[in-house]
């Protein structure tokens, strides 16, 4: 078993930055692929960013160049650094751990973003 608690999230106006933090509780967190999704009111949710076990990275288009995803693995963390916000970007932010081989995953319960325009 395991869990993960996120942090940092906030109101911010347009333009402003946030970071977010995730603390896994979970074995070989170094495994885990780590991962930022988001929901918006009345939106499904979507993956936001994605750091490999290797390092490697992804991002939704709409947040290249704007946010960027780390990871630490001798804190078992993971961060989203968030800037030039806006209000599109406004919405519950979850971290999830992910591995496939064999598949398991956790998810975060959450931290709420509000980006006033």
């Known amino acids: 078993q395991g869990y993960l608690v996120e942090s940092g999230g906030g109101l911010v106006q347009s333009g402003g930055s946030l970071s977010l933090s995730c603390r896994a509780d979970?074995?070989?967190?170094?495994?885990?692929?780590m991962q930022w999704h988001r929901q918006a009111p009345g939106n499904e949710r979507e993956l936001v960013a994605r750091i490999q076990s290797d390092y490697k990275r992804v991002y939704l288009n709409s947040v290249l160049g704007r946010f960027t995803i780390s990871r630490d693995n001798t804190q078992n963390k993971v961060y989203l650094q968030m800037t030039d916000l806006k209000p599109e970007d406004t919405a519950i932010y979850y971290c999830k751990a992910q591995r496939y081989t064999p598949p398991r995953e956790f998810w975060g319960r959450g931290t709420p973003v509000t980006v006033s325009s």
């Open positions: 979970i074995e070989n967190f170094y495994a885990y692929e």
